[in-house]
T-cell receptor
Framework: GAVVSQHPSWVICKSGTSVKIECRSL??????MFWYRQFPKQSLMLMAT?????????EQGVEKDKFLINHASLTLSTLTVTSAHPEDSSFYIC?????????????FGPGTRLTVL | QKEVEQNSGPLSVPEGAIASLNCTYS??????FFWYRQYSGKSPELIMS????GDKEDGRFTAQLNKASQYVSLLIRDSQPSDSATYLC?????????????FGKGTHLIIQP
């Protein structure tokens, strides 16, 4: 499967600060990356689809001005949680699909655990 | 709204037995179906993908898809304690890669030694 890295693996920040999470594809180029969020005991929820060179597409209910996504290259997408609050504490996971062919599987990064105090 | 339903469990299975995990989905146009395994505190790991009606086998794992019934299942043969995890069923509307996945809440599987 594809190799996906995320940085940092965990972060603790104060309420009101911003946090940037990086998602990198290590062994191929990805035109599309996805960002998910998982609260404790809950399933993964798709937040947004990140497209290289264009604006991200956000799911209903996800604030695009709060969760800033930048996909500046084919191997890197970043998610910035702006003015983070305790309710933003969650497990943030990126994923991507190798290649452009149909029926490709989606591979996940190791995740970033965000705790907002 | 797309929904993917799974029994949350826990499902307890003796070591060496067959574990059977089930999933139903609401969006009839869904084309791609996946099973992921997630250990506590970790991100999901792809186990199986299935796109056509019928069975698909890979080692100890067999995925079954019935689009008419909107039903997907995963069988794990010769269950091992290391199979203990939460199994997530995921569905994608398209066959291609541009869409994100809709996940169920997962079934917590416990393999008893």
């Amino acid at each position: 499967g594809a190799v996906v890295s995320q940085h940092p693996s965990w972060v603790i920040c104060k309420s009101g600060t911003s946090v940037k999470i990086e998602c990198r594809s290590l062994d191929f180029q990805a035109t599309t990356m996805f960002w998910y969020r998982q609260f404790p005991k809950q399933s993964l929820m798709l937040m947004a689809t990140s497209n290289e060179g264009s604006k991200a597409t956000y799911e209903q209910g996800v604030e695009k001005d709060k969760f800033l996504i930048n996909h500046a290259s084919l191997t890197l997408s970043t998610l910035t949680v702006t003015s983070a609050h305790p309710e933003d504490s969650s497990f943030y996971i990126c994923s991507l699909i190798p290649g452009l062919a149909a029926y490709n599987e989606q591979f996940f990064g190791p995740g970033t655990r965000l705790t907002v105090l | 709204q797309k929904e993917v339903e799974q029994n949350s469990g826990p499902l307890s299975v003796p070591e060496g037995a067959i574990a059977s995990l089930n999933c139903t989905y609401s969006d009839r146009v869904s084309q791609s179906f996946f099973w992921y395994r997630q250990y506590s505190g970790k991100s999901p790991e792809l186990i199986m993908s299935i796109y056509s009606n019928g069975d698909k086998e890979d080692g100890r794992f067999t995925a079954q898809l019935n689009k008419a019934s909107q039903y997907v299942s995963l069988l794990i043969r010769d269950s091992q304690p290391s199979d203990s995890a939460t199994y997530l069923c995921a569905v994608r509307e398209s066959g291609g890669g541009a869409d994100g996945l809709t996940f169920g809440k997962g079934t917590h599987l416990i393999i008893q030694p």
